[in-house]
T-cell receptor, first 114, second 114 residues
Framework: AQSVTQLGSHVSVSEGALVLLRCNYSSSVPPYLFWYVQYPNQGLQLLLKYTTGATLVKGINGFEAEFKKSETSFHLTKPSAHMSDAAEYFCAVSGATGFQKLVFGTGTRLLVSP | DAGVIQSPRHEVTEMGQEVTLRCKPISGHNSLFWYRQTMMRGLELLIYFNNNVPIDDSGMPEDRFSAKMPNASFSTLKIQPSEPRDSAVYFC????????????FGPGTRLTVL
């Protein structure tokens, strides 16, 4: 079974500041890990994913995340926030084999102030 | 290439009425998912189809909910009778095939049951 914990339902940053959204996972099998972004009144869009290989993955819009197995973490970062980054971000986990059901975290709303 | 298409985008109905939500997956995708998003429960997987066959419907809340996939390009989620607690955003997502990792989400249907 898999589960995801996202620390902080809301994160506020200033434009130009570092963005750090935290995600910890639990998985009984090797995990696939994902970050999705949801803009208001829209569906979820894939930001980035980790499946195998390099543990530092780069996604769209300047975001990246690092898979740390020892810490069971997959935190999302961006060096410099932009106003357009304001959205809700979801971390998700699935097993690497079998059904591969996606289990989502509760989401973190990113607020960016001028 | 068109993404996942959902209709209607918004639905307002009265308690007791039948509601049908529709989804057209991305052409060539063989796996289809229905999710429900609420403030209280976050994103929940309702049902998953692979090659038009329901594989896991353990997330369907109760017998009032039913889902069908008569062919590879169309799926419905029906609620009969609807209740106010069914108010949520319902997302459809599709994936190329079982064993691949990325799900592509539609824009969602916002359902309000009065």
């Amino acid at each position: 079974a898999q589960s995801v914990t996202q620390l902080g339902s809301h994160v506020s940053v200033s434009e130009g500041a570092l963005v750090l959204l935290r995600c910890n996972y639990s998985s009984s099998v090797p995990p696939y890990l994902f970050w999705y972004v949801q803009y208001p009144n829209q569906g979820l869009q894939l930001l980035l994913k980790y499946t195998t290989g390099a543990t530092l993955v780069k996604g769209i819009n300047g975001f990246e995340a690092e898979f740390k197995k020892s810490e069971t973490s997959f935190h999302l970062t961006k060096p410099s926030a932009h106003m357009s980054d304001a959205a809700e971000y979801f971390c998700a986990v699935s097993g690497a084999t079998g059904f591969q059901k996606l289990v989502f975290g509760t989401g973190t709303r990113l607020l960016v102030s001028p | 290439d068109a993404g996942v298409i959902q209709s209607p985008r918004h639905e307002v109905t009265e308690m007791g009425q039948e509601v049908t939500l529709r989804c057209k997956p991305i052409s060539g995708h063989n796996s289809l998912f229905w999710y429900r998003q609420t403030m209280m429960r976050g994103l929940e997987l309702l049902i998953y189809f692979n090659n038009n066959v329901p594989i896991d419907d353990s997330g369907m809340p109760e017998d009032r909910f039913s889902a069908k996939m008569p062919n590879a390009s169309f799926s419905t989620l029906k609620i009969q009778p609807s209740e106010p607690r069914d108010s949520a955003v319902y997302f459809c997502a599709s994936r190329v095939r079982e064993g691949t990792d990325t799900q592509y989400f539609g824009p969602g249907t916002r359902l309000t049951v009065l």
